[in-house]
């Protein structure tokens, strides 16, 4: 059931950015991540998919509890509220921000929907353009498809900050690196 999947496995950087996308690590890859140099983590599975697989409790254990974000979220293809994912997407942009060696690898079930639309919301807080964003994600997993309900939820949510004047947080205290 949460077995690798064949062609869906392993990860994949963005070109020229040092974010990655990827199907959930299985096994013995959880404690390689390391190994390829991802410092940082964020999971983009409901809450009840990570209690299963106990993937979210192995990555906190390898990385790091300060290290891995959770963007508890189902795969339904209709728009994302922001309070599901939008901490994660601060929290990604914020750790390649604040550290030139940080490494972040998004990941939800297959590497293919729900990771690819949190890291095109990364790169989108990094100051990437719609077009360039959307390109960076898609030549990073060509079998991923960035669904238009996600990707509008991230514009919206990108419109809703800049008219009230937050460029890097959802809250009253935006981290430094992000104002």
Same mark, same amino acid.
């Given at each position: 059931?949460?077995?690798?999947?064949?062609?869906?496995?392993?990860?994949?950087?963005?070109? #020229?950015?040092? $974010?990655?996308? #990827?199907?959930?690590? =299985?096994?013995?890859?959880?404690?390689?991540?390391?190994?390829?140099?991802?410092?940082?983590? $964020? =999971?983009?599975?409901?809450?009840?998919?990570?209690?299963?697989?106990?993937?979210?409790?192995? %990555?906190?254990?390898?990385? #790091?509890?300060?290290? $891995?974000?959770?963007?508890?979220?189902?795969?339904?293809?209709?728009?994302?509220?922001?309070?599901?994912?939008?901490?994660?997407?601060?929290?990604? %942009?914020?750790?390649?921000?604040?550290?030139?060696?940080?490494?972040?690898?998004?990941?939800?079930?297959?590497?293919?929907?729900?990771? $690819?639309?949190?890291?095109?919301?990364?790169?989108?807080?990094?100051?990437?353009?719609?077009?360039?964003?959307?390109?960076?994600?898609?030549?990073?997993?060509?079998?991923?498809?960035? =669904?238009?309900?996600?990707?509008?939820? =991230?514009?919206?949510?990108?419109?809703?900050?800049?008219?009230?004047?937050?460029? #890097?947080?959802?809250?009253?205290?935006?981290?430094?690196?992000?104002?």
């Amino acid at each position: 059931m949460y077995g690798p999947r064949h062609g869906l496995n392993g990860l994949s950087f963005v070109p #020229g950015e040092r $974010v990655a996308i #990827g199907a959930m690590p =299985v096994a013995g890859e959880i404690l390689r991540l390391p190994d390829h140099g991802i410092t940082h983590l $964020v =999971v983009c599975r409901a809450t009840p998919q990570t209690m299963f697989s106990q993937d979210l409790w192995a %990555a906190r254990k390898v990385l #790091g509890k300060d290290n $891995v974000a959770h963007a508890g979220m189902w795969d339904t293809g209709r728009p994302k509220e922001p309070e599901i994912w939008s901490d994660a997407a601060l929290f990604a %942009a914020e750790a390649l921000h604040a550290d030139p060696e940080a490494r972040v690898l998004i990941h939800c079930q297959q590497g293919r929907r729900r990771s $690819v639309m949190l890291a095109y919301a990364t790169l989108r807080l990094l100051g990437h353009s719609e077009a360039d964003a959307a390109r960076g994600v898609l030549e990073a997993r060509p079998m991923g498809r960035l =669904v238009p309900a996600y990707r509008a939820s =991230v514009e919206r949510w990108l419109a809703q900050r800049a008219s009230v004047g937050i460029s #890097g947080s959802s809250d009253a205290n935006p981290p430094s690196a992000l104002r």
